[in-house]
């Protein structure tokens, strides 16, 4: 775009005049407060009206090699100011997922940024594993940014099942030295962001062996490259492991060792530790030990919701300049907005971001809670933690993919433009899927849970919280009501009765004289299913309690408004599962055409407030990054103005026309 004065779009003047609420009420309480809109928007700008950061050249149009090579020069300036915010006492580590993730961080870095690990996880990883001795000698340079480090656990070989990891630290107890090696293949580390080229240190989790005996998984602090030289340390084998959907500039790698040895304080001992003679002495509990993955899961259900709000923000404010067809012949082609399968397609996805929003935030304070209580050496909430970091971490980006997914064919062929930032956004968003846990092995995670909740009930063993329906829950049939509390109840029916047949088909085949594992492996369709049945009665009942916590602190504009929002994500959660109802919840066929025109009526009554509701998420368009969901709407004009900054249009004719085309079309004459 040019420096002219940038006109409004007419359709969305239009669209915001309408609006029945105050937006900024909204932003406020999604962020948390004034204060907190304030202190975001002064981050934003800090960073985004830095010239230093912007790239000249569209990085789509960079090599593999030029993408990597411009992420490390952009990172290094954003962490120059993060530093700087850091003296000031602008910026904690809570700030780190906004500056790295799906909010602001994707907006600096389009493709993964290099050093995000040495935040998201090595960092967190020195703090809630190393020793308070530990975290004196290694945070504070962590933190200062003069080391740079990475967390290196899935392999060549195995990735979520971290028991079959096959790196090993051996213990030699006369030079107080573990020995790490990789024995095979499979055995290196892949996938560590920033471990390519860029981090100097990792923390590698590898199978603790010392006096003979192999302990199982431990993480340890080793050096990958010398400090000054940045070349591989003897017996580091390193590389970057190549060209993926998504995240090109996170520079995932690989690591192989050779009888690389570091001292015995390198290994991280605030839960398990190993002493000077090579005794081992354990921790109170092994699943200490994943502490990390934990963190990453409750941090990526909130950064996945940033992804899928920025996405639908784009898909609707297109929806309403995007004119189409022509219905009825003496009027104008229509907004696509007006199509109700439009709306069908990108309404609910209004209403799953604000649902996984205040699922996010739940699971951040469960997360925080239980973390305190560790401290305190009280273990009793993490298997319930763990459950729901598994099923919400799995739920939410998988339903998040398909969102953002959706959004993209809502814009047609421009959402296959780059420039809409459909693309790259779903190859970060799809990513999510698999790292820190595949979803189906996640499922399968809280699953167990879900089984174990099950006997308890049996036995008449007092329920955990989040298990509580499992108590009251019975297949009966419930009257009708258009209600949220009616959607709650009988997808509470569904889990609890999925939980049921998948605890006693399990049962039935071990009495049959299956082995338990295999039992396991045989039942494991429906155990995945009665994950997420929970899960998704877990996300609809949370909103709800989150609305009704909150509206009394609202004005009744918003509230009627949040209110029909949680109706929806209700409806269109109920509607999906309709096998399901009809299967465990005693719902009825007229109960689901009631459903059905529930479910329009609410598409219709949320029309008005479309662009409103997203213009409430507060995303400039920087973040944005995309020509087709800028708040002005001139879509058009910046899909030309991108087309123009193509390579191929710096000359009107390319050389490859006199050394091929042209020799081509001569020789058939």
Request: proline letters at 4%; hydrophobic letters at 35%.
């Amino acid at each position: 775009m040019d420096n002219k004065q940038v006109t409004l779009s007419v359709d969305l003047l239009k669209e915001r005049q309408k609006c029945t609420f105050n937006t900024l009420e909204l932003t406020y309480l999604l962020d948390g407060g004034p204060e907190r809109t304030k202190e975001r928007r002064e981050r934003e700008s800090y960073f985004l009206d830095d010239p230093e950061l912007k790239s000249s050249i569209p990085t789509e149009y960079l090599s593999h090699k030029e993408k990597y090579e411009e992420a490390i020069r952009v990172s290094c300036l954003i962490f120059r100011k993060v530093l700087h915010l850091q003296e000031e006492g602008k910026v904690g580590i809570e700030n780190f997922q906004e500056i790295l993730g799906g909010q602001l961080g994707s907006s600096l870095i389009k493709d993964g940024n290099p050093l995000a690990l040495h935040y998201v996880m090595y960092i967190p990883t020195l703090m809630g594993q190393g020793t308070y001795q530990q975290q004196a000698e290694w945070i504070q340079k962590a933190w200062n940014c003069t080391m740079i480090g990475t967390y290196a656990q899935t392999e060549l070989g195995h990735g979520t099942f971290i028991r079959g990891l096959e790196t090993t630290a051996t213990y030699d107890q006369e030079t107080e030295e573990f020995i790490i090696n990789s024995p095979t293949l499979t055995s290196y580390k892949w996938w560590p962001g920033g471990l390519g080229q860029t981090a100097n240190y990792a923390i590698v989790v590898a199978q603790l062996n010392t006096l003979g005996k192999c302990y199982g998984i431990h993480p340890f602090i080793v050096q990958l490259r010398d400090e000054e030289t940045h070349q591989p340390l003897p017996g580091v084998k390193i590389g970057e492991i190549g060209c993926k959907m998504g995240m090109n500039t996170t520079n995932n790698g690989y690591l192989g060792f050779e009888n690389v040895r570091i001292p015995r304080n390198q290994m991280l001992m605030k839960n398990n530790k190993v002493l000077k003679d090579g005794t081992y002495v354990e921790s109170p509990s092994s699943k200490l030990t994943y502490g990390t993955m934990m963190f990453v899961r409750v941090v990526l259900v909130q950064d996945v919701a940033n992804y899928l709000k920025k996405a639908v923000t784009i898909a609707v404010r297109y929806s309403c300049v995007r004119r189409q067809s022509q219905p009825k012949p003496d009027e104008p082609e229509p907004q696509i907005i007006d199509y109700v399968t439009q709306q069908h397609k990108l309404f609910p996805i209004i209403s799953t971001y604000f649902a996984f929003h205040y699922c996010a935030e739940w699971l951040w304070d469960m997360y925080n809670n239980v973390n305190s209580q560790l401290e305190a050496g009280q273990l009793s909430q993490l298997p319930e933690l763990h459950a729901l970091a598994c099923c919400l971490k799995a739920v939410s980006t998988s339903d998040c993919s398909a969102g953002v997914e959706t959004c993209r064919l809502a814009c047609g062929g421009h959402g296959y433009m780059t420039s809409s930032n459909f693309p790259s956004t779903y190859g970060l968003v799809t990513a999510m899927c698999t790292y820190e846990g595949e979803n189906t092995v996640l499922l399968l995670q809280t699953a167990r849970y879900l089984m174990k909740s099950w006997q308890n009930k049996v036995e008449g063993i007092q329920l955990t919280p989040t298990v509580l329906y499992l108590q009251s829950a019975q297949a009966s049939n419930i009257v009708y009501n258009r209600n949220i509390d009616w959607i709650i109840t009988v997808m509470e029916q569904v889990a609890a009765g999925k939980v049921e047949l998948a605890w006693t088909h399990m049962n039935e085949r071990i009495k049959k004289g299956l082995g338990a594992e295999d039992a396991w492996n045989h039942t494991s369709i429906e155990l995945a299913a009665c994950a997420e049945a929970h899960c998704r009665a877990f996300v609809v009942r949370t909103f709800y309690s989150e609305i009704m916590r909150l509206k009394y602190t609202i004005s009744e504009p918003l509230r009627i408004v949040l209110l029909q929002l949680l109706d929806l994500y209700g409806v269109t959660t109920a509607l999906k599962c309709l096998g399901d109802l009809l299967r465990f919840s005693g719902t009825t066929g007229s109960d689901i055409e009631n459903l059905q025109q529930w479910l329009e009526e609410l598409l219709s009554a949320i029309r008005p407030n479309a662009v409103s509701i997203v213009d409430s998420f507060d995303i400039r368009d920087e973040v944005l990054s995309s020509a087709l969901g800028a708040y002005d709407g001139n879509v058009y004009e910046r899909l030309f103005a991108e087309a123009t900054k193509s390579p191929l249009n710096a000359e009107p004719v390319n050389k490859s026309f006199r050394q091929h085309l042209k020799p081509f079309l001569k020789s058939q004459l």
